[in-house]
């Protein structure tokens, strides 16, 4: 990615921005960040790593949990890493002059190269953040304009709901009064919240499910470890669309009889307790 654009627009002798230069550390998931700036117009700065860069984008008025509705995203010049960790006062005068505030940060994903994604114009995404989570999507606009333009919306996953990125300010470092009353405030009504809740999941009724199945009936659950189904010997693999094939491994089958989940693989084997699945068991 080239940074020749944001170099060329701050005086570092006069803007306390990093400089461009430090390559992405290698073996670490990519990173966004989210931030409040109050420049000329009030924005969100919208930014996600791919490669040794931040692309960016300016969301005048910041993500929305809605699917329905799509936010307008101008895409800007790219930003280097360390910007994810800026905040502060942009000097009167300079580029962007104004309050820098950060409200969001984390790792992203997506499936795919996502440079691929972006020449073609729909990038489809994940985000792992205090404030943004879930699936979106990056849609590159067709109107002609000055910046390409693109459409920032929410997936409809678990997490979709009506919050606004103005509902989830709280703990964000707000601007002086003088760069609120320049560039604007926001939603006039808002709620004010730290994290987006958890979506709430309702309980699946598996032995109802069970049930419905045919030649299913009710029993009690095994006393102990019991057999699961384990794979057979055989010359050759089975051909059709209807086979999935796997690495041979360990089996593991779980029975919950009450609050406390037990573990057995083939063998008769029980596992149980943290220090046979410690991150499930803390859980």
Not at 138 to 163: E, H
Request: charged share 30%; glycine share 10%.
């Amino acid at each position: 990615m080239s940074l020749l654009d944001y170099r060329r627009k701050r005086s570092f002798d006069r803007t306390r921005e990093p400089e461009p230069g430090k390559p992405a550390p290698r073996g670490q998931r990519p990173i966004f960040v989210v931030q409040l700036h109050h420049a000329s117009r009030r924005h969100y700065d919208f930014r996600l790593q791919v490669g040794d860069a931040l692309k960016s984008w300016a969301v005048p008025k910041g993500p929305s949990y809605d699917p329905s509705v799509k936010r307008m995203a101008v895409e800007v010049e790219d930003h280097p890493l360390d910007y994810a960790g800026f905040e502060g006062e942009i000097p009167k005068g300079e580029y962007g002059g104004g309050h820098v505030a950060r409200f969001d940060h984390g790792v992203w994903s997506t499936t795919g190269d996502p440079e691929e994604q972006l020449a073609k114009g729909h990038l489809r995404f994940e985000l792992f953040g205090d404030r943004l989570k879930g699936g979106w999507h990056l849609v590159r606009s067709g109107k002609p304009a000055r910046q390409p333009q693109w459409l920032l919306f929410k997936d409809k996953d678990a997490w979709a709901g009506t919050l606004e990125a103005d509902d989830l300010l709280a703990e964000v470092t707000p601007p002086p009064a003088e760069d609120r009353k320049r560039a604007g405030s926001g939603k006039a009504t808002r709620k004010r919240l730290a994290t987006v809740p958890v979506p709430r999941t309702r309980r699946k009724d598996w032995k109802k499910r069970a049930l419905a199945l045919d030649g299913s009936r009710a029993a009690d659950a095994p006393d102990g470890p019991f057999q699961p189904q384990l794979a057979r010997l055989g010359q050759a693999a089975p051909e059709g669309e209807q086979w999935l094939h796997e690495i041979k491994g360990m089996a593991t089958a779980s029975s919950p009889p009450s609050r406390r989940a037990r573990c057995g693989c083939g063998r008769e084997t029980r596992w149980s307790g943290p220090t046979a699945f410690p991150r499930s068991a803390t859980r």
